[in-house]
Nanobody
Framework: QVQLVESGGGLVQAGDSLRLSCAAS????????MGWFRQAPGKEREFVAA????????YYADSVKGRFTISRDNAKNTVYLQMNSLKPEDTAVYYC?????????????????WGQGTQVTVSS
Protein backbone atom coordinates (compact mmCIF):
# COMPACT_ATOMS: atom_id res chain seq x y z
CA GLN A 1 0.00 0.00 0.00
CA VAL A 2 1.18 3.49 -0.86
CA GLN A 3 -0.23 6.68 0.61
CA LEU A 4 0.05 9.87 -1.41
CA VAL A 5 -0.45 13.44 -0.24
CA GLU A 6 -0.39 16.34 -2.68
CA SER A 7 0.39 19.94 -1.77
CA GLY A 8 1.25 23.22 -3.44
CA GLY A 9 -1.98 24.09 -5.19
CA GLY A 10 -3.54 27.52 -5.03
CA LEU A 11 -4.98 30.50 -6.86
CA VAL A 12 -2.65 32.24 -9.30
CA GLN A 13 -2.88 34.52 -12.30
CA ALA A 14 -2.27 33.53 -15.89
CA GLY A 15 1.45 33.40 -16.59
CA ASP A 16 2.39 32.55 -13.02
CA SER A 17 4.09 29.41 -11.78
CA LEU A 18 3.32 26.80 -9.16
CA ARG A 19 5.12 23.72 -7.94
CA LEU A 20 3.07 20.78 -6.79
CA SER A 21 4.55 18.18 -4.47
CA CYS A 22 3.39 14.65 -3.77
CA ALA A 23 4.76 12.94 -0.68
CA ALA A 24 4.58 9.16 -0.63
CA SER A 25 4.68 6.77 2.28
CA UNK A 26 4.30 3.04 2.63
CA UNK A 27 6.09 0.80 0.19
CA UNK A 28 9.46 1.57 -1.35
CA UNK A 29 8.83 4.72 -3.33
CA UNK A 30 11.68 4.18 -5.75
CA UNK A 31 10.03 1.00 -7.07
CA UNK A 32 7.03 2.93 -8.34
CA UNK A 33 6.49 4.93 -11.47
CA MET A 34 4.56 8.12 -10.73
CA GLY A 35 2.11 10.25 -12.60
CA TRP A 36 0.14 13.47 -12.40
CA PHE A 37 -3.42 13.74 -13.64
CA ARG A 38 -5.99 16.49 -13.48
CA GLN A 39 -9.72 16.88 -13.59
CA ALA A 40 -11.52 20.10 -14.41
CA PRO A 41 -15.16 20.68 -13.46
CA GLY A 42 -17.48 18.81 -15.80
CA LYS A 43 -14.61 17.08 -17.56
CA GLU A 44 -13.03 13.67 -17.36
CA ARG A 45 -9.75 13.11 -15.63
CA GLU A 46 -6.81 13.56 -18.00
CA PHE A 47 -3.16 12.65 -18.03
CA VAL A 48 -0.65 15.41 -17.37
CA ALA A 49 2.79 13.87 -16.83
CA ALA A 50 4.51 10.66 -15.80
CA UNK A 51 7.97 9.60 -14.70
CA UNK A 52 9.61 6.18 -14.40
CA UNK A 53 11.18 4.90 -11.21
CA UNK A 54 14.58 6.49 -11.80
CA UNK A 55 13.39 9.32 -13.98
CA UNK A 56 14.82 7.86 -17.15
CA UNK A 57 11.49 7.96 -18.96
CA UNK A 58 9.22 10.99 -18.82
CA TYR A 59 5.98 11.69 -20.67
CA TYR A 60 3.84 14.79 -20.98
CA ALA A 61 0.44 15.60 -22.36
CA ASP A 62 0.71 17.80 -25.43
CA SER A 63 -1.24 20.52 -23.65
CA VAL A 64 1.49 20.99 -21.02
CA LYS A 65 4.63 20.10 -22.96
CA GLY A 66 7.21 22.86 -22.67
CA ARG A 67 5.46 24.44 -19.68
CA PHE A 68 5.33 21.68 -17.04
CA THR A 69 8.19 19.60 -15.67
CA ILE A 70 7.86 16.42 -13.65
CA SER A 71 10.67 15.28 -11.41
CA ARG A 72 11.22 13.03 -8.43
CA ASP A 73 13.50 12.77 -5.43
CA ASN A 74 13.57 9.16 -4.31
CA ALA A 75 15.55 10.05 -1.19
CA LYS A 76 12.65 12.27 -0.11
CA ASN A 77 9.88 9.98 -1.41
CA THR A 78 8.50 12.92 -3.32
CA VAL A 79 7.47 13.67 -6.87
CA TYR A 80 7.08 17.22 -8.16
CA LEU A 81 5.24 19.01 -10.91
CA GLN A 82 6.68 22.39 -11.79
CA MET A 83 4.07 24.35 -13.69
CA ASN A 84 5.13 27.49 -15.56
CA SER A 85 3.23 29.88 -17.82
CA LEU A 86 -0.04 28.76 -16.33
CA LYS A 87 -3.22 29.29 -18.32
CA PRO A 88 -6.85 29.47 -17.20
CA GLU A 89 -7.42 26.12 -18.93
CA ASP A 90 -4.97 24.54 -16.48
CA THR A 91 -7.54 25.07 -13.73
CA ALA A 92 -8.34 21.67 -12.23
CA VAL A 93 -7.85 19.38 -9.29
CA TYR A 94 -4.45 17.79 -9.70
CA TYR A 95 -3.90 14.22 -8.57
CA CYS A 96 -0.72 12.34 -7.91
CA UNK A 97 -0.72 8.61 -8.70
CA UNK A 98 1.60 5.64 -8.23
CA UNK A 99 1.74 2.37 -10.08
CA UNK A 100 3.31 -0.87 -9.03
CA UNK A 101 5.75 -0.88 -11.89
CA UNK A 102 8.99 0.87 -12.66
CA UNK A 103 7.72 1.92 -16.10
CA UNK A 104 5.81 5.16 -16.53
CA UNK A 105 2.35 5.08 -18.06
CA UNK A 106 -0.05 7.66 -19.44
CA UNK A 107 -3.29 5.84 -18.70
CA UNK A 108 -5.15 6.37 -15.44
CA UNK A 109 -6.18 2.72 -14.97
CA UNK A 110 -2.48 1.78 -14.96
CA UNK A 111 -2.13 3.47 -11.57
CA UNK A 112 -3.26 1.72 -8.41
CA UNK A 113 -2.75 4.44 -5.84
CA TRP A 114 -4.08 7.97 -5.85
CA GLY A 115 -3.84 11.03 -3.66
CA GLN A 116 -6.76 13.22 -2.60
CA GLY A 117 -5.87 15.97 -5.02
CA THR A 118 -4.93 19.63 -4.78
CA GLN A 119 -6.84 22.49 -6.40
CA VAL A 120 -5.11 24.70 -8.93
CA THR A 121 -7.03 27.75 -10.09
CA VAL A 122 -5.63 30.09 -12.74
CA SER A 123 -7.39 33.40 -13.23
CA SER A 124 -7.22 35.35 -16.47
Amino acid sequence: QVQLVESGGGLVQAGDSLRLSCAASGRTFSNYAMGWFRQAPGKEREFVAAISWRGGSIYYADSVKGRFTISRDNAKNTVYLQMNSLKPEDTAVYYCAARGSTAAATSGPAYAYWGQGTQVTVSS
